[in-house]
């Protein structure tokens, strides 16, 4: 039998796999495509990253000032307290929350948990590489959903794609990396129409923009919707998330996520900030005011982009730079950075992805593109 690391080495197509050292930690992290912007360099301009541009809410900065947390205890084994608020902001029963440090650790148990080796792992062509990442890393087989010609999702082959050895499959709204969000009608409708196969559908930047499933979740039996604080509550940092969905499959995911799995810092402030929505709608707000900003800028220099209704905006530089490598390289040496479209699948070299920081930023972003970009 093949280790883990020839496995995933065999298998994944998503990077070059040339020079990657026989380290399965390194593998899988170079393998996190979205995360792993060069850790040993800072762009002071940088928006390469989904994170808040607001930062967090003004009450865990004051909670962290005036309150001291006991480090010297563990804490709760499966935050009860934080899962019971979740639960209630979310109107769901308490037994269809599960906590666990962060979406993508959530994704790995969640799929681990309902994949068999074998199994088949259905996701977009063109979304968050660390799903591919994850589904072999549970030996599953991940098989591709192609996108229109227009980057949308494309419902019809949704199903079409679903064959008796689907397991599982992976959805994100609004998708990484163009920031489009899923049509809710007819996505409940694919799933209604699949009872067998578990949908897991990545929400954790839904706070900026579309329309959520979780209305959804406890009542779809197959359904389940993973959800983040890095995003809408600017508490990247912290690394806590949530599944929701099924009490079975809650339970069942539950009981394959280690104890302990997230730190008492982690769960106080999460429970500070569930139920703040002025926030939510505050950095919704923000978010979109910058991303419109951003397309008007980038349209007049005469950019064309995906057109978003989110955080992210997939912005195509082929008529402007001889590929995105070397637009990027370029903005580099002025201190600002985006992600390389390449590195998602059926992606060509043609796109970067940004998304929004401060104004400030973006305005030293755009004058930056703009001393660069070809008349």
Not at 151 to 156: K, T, V
């Amino acid at each position: 039998m093949t280790s883990d690391f020839e496995y995933l080495l065999n298998n994944t197509k998503i990077i070059d796999q040339s020079g990657i050292s026989l380290s399965l930690s390194n593998f899988i992290r170079s393998g996190l495509v979205d995360y792993a912007y060069l850790e040993d360099q800072s762009f002071p301009i940088d928006l390469s990253i989904g994170i808040n541009p607001i930062g967090c809410p003004k009450s865990v900065r004051k909670y962290l000032k005036t309150r001291e947390i006991d480090l010297t205890s563990y804490s709760e084994v499966t935050a009860i307290n934080l899962r019971n608020k979740i639960a209630k902001f979310n109107g769901l029963n308490d037994g269809e929350v599960h906590v666990g440090p962060g979406i993508s650790d959530l994704l790995h148990v969640t799929l681990l948990t309902f994949i068999d080796p074998g199994d088949e792992v259905l996701l977009p062509e063109i979304s968050f590489p660390a799903y591919e990442i994850l589904a072999l890393l549970v030996r599953g087989v991940p098989k591709f959903i192609p996108f229109s010609k227009k980057m949308d999702m494309d419902y019809s082959q949704v199903a079409k794609s679903i064959s008796p050895k689907t397991k599982v499959v992976v959805l994100c709204n609004p998708n990484n990396p163009t920031g489009k969000a899923m049509d809710v009608k007819k996505i409940t409708k694919v799933i209604k129409d699949h009872p067998s196969v578990v949908f897991m559908i990545d929400e954790a930047n839904i706070d900026f923009g579309g329309e959520s499933l979780m209305k959804y979740a406890g009542k779809l039996p197959n359904l389940l919707i993973l959800r983040s604080f890095s995003k809408g509550f600017g508490l990247a940092g912290l690394r806590i998330g949530y599944v929701a969905g099924p009490q079975e499959k809650v339970l069942a995911i539950e009981r394959r996520q280690t104890p302990f799995s997230t730190t008492v810092i982690s769960q106080k402030l999460a429970e500070l900030v569930i139920g703040d929505k002025e926030f939510l709608e505050k950095s919704k707000a923000y978010c979109d005011k910058q991303r419109k900003y951003l397309e008007r800028e980038l349209t007049k220099m005469g950019y064309t982009f995906i057109p978003s209704d989110s955080n992210y905006l997939l912005v195509n530089v082929a008529d402007k730079f001889p590929d995105s490598k070397t637009f990027i390289n370029a903005i580099n040496q002025f201190g600002a950075n985006a992600l390389d479209g390449g590195v998602f699948r059926s992606l060509n070299n043609d796109f970067v992805r940004i998304s929004p920081r401060s104004h400030k930023l973006n305005k030293e972003f755009i004058k930056i593109v703009k001393s660069l970009t070809k008349k």
